[in-house]
């Protein structure tokens, strides 16, 4: 089997609703994703003879959606009040509502998601919180 690995980061902040510890409160994180495609065959005709693909087009699309989270509030849907969620917008906060809590380990399973639907063949995505705190989702057994 042939894989292949990119990564791209993004800044961003989030908190986790109802949990008992420093992470309920906002902070922030330049989280790093890396996704890892594979392929047991590489392409034998064309300009991507010899690839899996041209790592242009993964490269890309990690682009797009780390550039689609940096620099926002990353928030599970309702997990703030009202109110202080329309503050927030008023003030010209960029808000992103998710529909599952901003952990590390759901954001892997997230971006896995998001690429096989890109029409990838991921074998695993890797999410940092740091570098030293990564989160993993695989299928592949």
């Not at 042939?2 to 420093?22: M, Q």
């Not at 682009?63 to 997990?79: F, G, M, R, V």
Request: with cysteine; aromatic share 16%; charged share 25%.
């Amino acid at each position: 089997m042939y894989t292949l690995i990119s990564e791209a980061s993004f800044d961003s902040a989030h908190f986790l609703a109802g949990y008992n510890g420093k992470c309920r409160n906002i902070h922030g994180h330049r989280w790093t994703l890396k996704i890892e495609i594979y392929s047991d065959n590489l392409q034998q005709s064309g300009s991507c003879r010899g690839m899996i693909l041209d790592f242009g087009d993964l490269k890309s699309e990690l682009k797009n959606i780390t550039d689609y989270y940096d620099h926002a509030l990353i928030i599970e849907k309702n997990s703030l009040r009202e109110t202080t969620f329309h503050a927030l917008k008023e003030e010209g906060f960029r808000i992103i509502e998710i529909d599952f809590r901003p952990t590390a380990e759901n954001f892997a399973k997230y971006f896995y998601d998001y690429f096989i639907e890109k029409g990838f063949f991921v074998k695993n995505s890797y999410v940092y919180e740091t570098p030293n705190n990564c989160a993993n989702y695989s299928e592949m057994r």
